[in-house]
């Protein structure tokens, strides 16, 4: 089971909420996230996976999922996420803030799911907060059993995309960031990408759906979330990429070894 430092979750919760609430995204988004950015670095949150002899948080996996997942669900502008990863795979400071190299693929995958679980859940909790809000016929939509079962979906949604994501950084943090197919990490990198990606097209649908024509426009908002959720769903490999993987190393390995993976 994953465990984050309970401080740094805290921390990054309130400065998120403090610095990203729904009526500041426009704003943070059109300077280009510089003065989020700044703060962050500040707080050395791009530091969570350097050793502490090297100046870091020496923290875990655990650690940089609370962060990337915050990241999707606030809708952060900037690279923090890449900042982090990048200075915990040996970059330095300044490159790694500079997002100066590009993330390997196994690592750039891990973190695209913890993103996109973390902007589902974000759109989970917009909707949710629309729905009691907008009335029809005299009550909040909310109360109409159709909208009720729209919204069960989207949440159910959300959580397999948490519960892939999460799975796949316990996994690199018992076994370490994967180099190969061979590694146990790999697995489970592979499932969570796949997952996450796959599952875009109905959270934004019925995120969207639920909204309406409103939806669409700019003050919403909703586009911070879901205009991300479809572009990384593509990077570091489409889910039909990592499907295709994942049926051919379960094809070479036979039925016996890919059973034992499945449930080691």
Known sequence: MMRADPLLVETVERMFAENLAPEDLAEAHGSGGVRFMELALEMGLDAVLAPQEQG?????????????????????????PEAMILRGLGHGAEDAAAGASPLPMPAGALLRSAQMAGAAQGLVERTAAYCSERTQFGRPIAKFQAVQQQMAELAGYAACMQAASQQAFA????????????????LAVAIAKCRCSELVHPV??????V?????????????YFSLPLWRWRAEYGRDSDWAEAIGARAIAAGPTATWASLTR
Not at 171 to 186: D, F, I, L, Y
Not at 204 to 209: E, L, S, V, Y
Not at 211 to 223: C, K, R, S, V, W
Request: net charge negative.
């Open 211 to 223: 909204h309406g024509a409103i939806g669409f426009t700019e003050e919403m908002g909703l586009q």
């Open 56 to 80: 870091g948080y020496g923290g875990g996996w655990p650690d940089a999922f609370v962060i990337a997942e915050a990241c999707g669900r606030y809708a952060a502008p900037g690279a923090l």
């Open 171 to 186: 996994a690199v943090q018992k076994h370490g960031m994967p180099e190969s197919g061979e590694s146990p990490a790999w």
């Open 204 to 209: 934004t649908q019925i995120a969207h759906g």
